[in-house]
């Protein structure tokens, strides 16, 4: 890889400097371009799931498959084990075994982890600190890959990082992450984590929700350090129309509102009215006529975004996606030493 | 492969030639006994199960690996979101994606992709027309495989094809599909397709069931058109004794009765006093004294047929399902360009 | 390998000489010193597993990756078909598909077949006898692994056997097999598969439990028939510091009691007040200095163990699962012909 240090763990961007980023990113180009079908010969990778997932789970697979080495899956309580994670306890319910031994066992089977953790979706500062991810990596001796923590989600950033410079958006544009409607409370790692990239980028950044869905202080801290030192900026609005005035993209996504985090029914209340957001071709009339749709998928039709949105030109959703294979063989080849 | 050419799809042997189903095959054949290990080195298949399976699936994954590629399974529910596939939806319910995205970004993952997608089991005429495989089959723009759709089994129909030229039954031979009891309403994709086989094949078929269970006249139309240019026949009776006289094979099969599709009560009902429908050893009687007994499994012993049946030599059940593999190497060699 | 004859199958310790073992053990280190990464290039083993796993799940695929060969993973009723393995009845409940039709047809599909069968738990007499494995193998034409059944678990116990000469405990050291604490009734596999082994290694066993908690005479006769040769010794006992005094090993694990085999309600009542069997500093107190603590694992912390041990340097149950890993490619390679 060119001058970059070889990574020992891929736990999230914002401990990246923005350099090694763009080699990462020159790397999954690379081999987007270039196959290196024996870069991971007689690798394995773990896989641990906690919670389900199609591309993760597939492009994780596939990457491996394509540098030439192997993956395990395992997913606690289906085919394995429930697994418990809480220090200290007395464990006599449903979970046989504890994290403390599973993922330590794992270390001599696999050679490197990847592990989807989710938020745990009761307590906002737990799930801010990414504690429960963190504690899990802790165990695992060799490299480590965030699959989706509480409160991040590294290898969609960079995948979106790298269908932004596919589709030439100006690393200077303006980009909304706009919050949608959605059945459910959902976490808040991808829109952390994507704010985080696009300030990151140098993109002028705003936030687009309704008001009781502004997104915790400490998502927004962290999106304007990463903005310092690269010409970004982060503001956040509940106002569309100037929201999404010249916006060069926007990249739709639901989260759980963090004044009733937890609380399933003062959510399903609050959303009561907030049916109308829902992205459409309105959203995109006084945008950039260039203006392209971004969601992380799964994204719900018709709830989150219309279908004429996204089977329209605009949509770059299967782009990204596509972009989450490129983008992890690079992480897979610098953590587990195919460039040597 | 001697003179065909290469398929780009495998959806249903009704779209095959003679000739082109027997240069599959020969290809077989020849990797039955001349195994090419690297044949498909680095090529990826996908396999998107919507139901449960043993043959297929285990099937599937050996033919990618004795090939030198690789599989990456999905079953959407178990580890993977739930999928939507119909149009226009507001999706606010169980499912968190839709295929409309799921296959097109599968496809940045895999090089082929098998889709095993069963029947509604509601709606005759949406089944008959296997439009929920080929919507779907449809958004993936490589290669595709039928693992069984609403109507149509070819992986089936090929191996057991296969199956049938291994125990050396004539092209011309006496061929009954049998109707047999079940304590579920079945689907009508492997009674077609294996229909459809045997007629092509040029064989004398014949249909036996209880009045209730003919097959729906389209079914019966399209093994008609198959068995047209090569000299075989099909006809219906619910006559056993007729029926099984001569009879070169007795390919037992229970399926939903079409005049009750989708009604569970009014099947269970139609079944009471069948239970005699289950094949056993006076089925044999005034059959060929060569008359060897199929079945696709799984196959519920002494309700479909009795132990006697299945363990005696006259049972190919096991080598049907070994021929699942021969076959399906001989598809995916096809499709990703083994043959080269 | 160094004089051994190739392995045909792999179902119990028992069946082997001292000498044989020896050699099994002398290759997974030969193993684990020297990758041998083309072995079992083509190979494929089939894994099916009627009941959870995360070590056998994780540590077999992960020995057929490091020895060039793939796995094909099978779990009924998750994904694939539930299995009747019952002769004679018919099928007219859950199971769609008899293993006398599942194990042959998968025999066509790989090259060795791991089955994990569990206990029945309800019938000691049968359990004891393990029919439902060897009837399960004997439908294999090729080579078969157990990986857990009723009685045995030889993967878990050549490995542990690894973990002792790694350890440098003493073939004559005094290993203590102690009865624990567990919110549900288990099965005897590992206690019996355990037992035999450090009998086998010439060890001076003490199997300690709570009275209505003794293995039942025929493990213990096997084991003493195992000690026979080689110097070892069985002995039961509910007396704690008397088994533990001396002890190099304490290896704790939870078990059903025979007197109530299948019987949930009279196992919970008897567990009443047998909450101090787990396995505290204080069990080391008079043990010696050097002992070490290990347990097959999954474990419930605090209530099998506590987290000190556990968390001391005492604690081999990490080793331990590492040990599979070298055992099993040892196993594989010697069924699989990778020794030539």
């Not at 970059?4 to 923005?18: D, I």
């Not at 959902?186 to 950044?205: D, F, I, N, Q, S």
Request: with cysteine.
């Amino acid at each position: 890889m060119t001058g970059a240090t070889a990574l020992a763990r891929f736990h999230s961007l914002a401990h990246l400097s923005g350099e090694e980023i763009r080699a990462l990113l020159d790397l999954a180009r690379r081999l987007e371009r270039q196959p290196e079908p024996r870069a991971l010969a007689g690798r394995i990778l773990g896989l641990l799931f906690f919670n389900p997932s199609l591309r993760t789970l597939a492009s994780m697979q596939s990457a491996m498959a394509r540098l030439g080495g192997s993956s395990i899956v395992l997913q606690p309580g289906q085919g394995t084990w429930k697994l418990e994670t809480r220090a200290g306890v007395v464990m006599d319910g449903e979970a046989s075994e504890h994290v403390r031994e599973a993922i330590p066992v794992l270390a001599g089977y696999v050679d490197a982890l990847g592990i989807r953790a989710f938020a745990g979706g009761g307590d906002l500062a737990a799930d801010l600190s990414d504690a429960g991810f963190a504690g899990m990596a802790e165990l695992f001796p060799g490299p480590t890959i965030n699959l989706e923590s509480a409160i991040d989600h590294p290898c969609q950033a960079l995948g979106d990082w790298k269908t932004l410079d596919d589709l030439g958006v100006p690393e200077s544009g303006r980009f909304v992450l706009a919050w949608a409607n959605h059945p459910k409370a959902l976490p808040l790692a991808v829109p952390a984590a994507v704010l985080g990239m696009a300030a990151a980028r140098g993109m002028e950044v705003t936030v687009l929700s309704p008001e009781p869905y502004r997104l915790p202080a400490p998502v927004i801290a962290r999106a304007r350090a990463a903005a310092g030192g690269c010409g970004g900026s982060v503001r956040e609005t509940s106002d569309r129309a100037e929201a999404l005035a010249g916006a060069r993209v926007i990249y739709a996504k639901s989260w759980a509102s963090p004044l009733h985090y937890g609380d399933a029914a003062a959510e399903t209340e609050l959303r009561r009215g907030l049916a109308g957001w829902c992205v459409d071709d309105d959203w995109f009339a006084a945008a950039d006529p260039a203006c392209r749709f971004l969601h992380c998928l799964p994204v719900r039709r018709n709830v989150v975004v219309a279908d004429s949105v996204l089977d329209s030109p605009r949509s770059a959703v299967v782009a990204q996606a596509h972009n989450r294979l490129w983008a992890q063989m690079a992480v897979l080849h610098q953590l587990l030493g195919g460039s040597r």
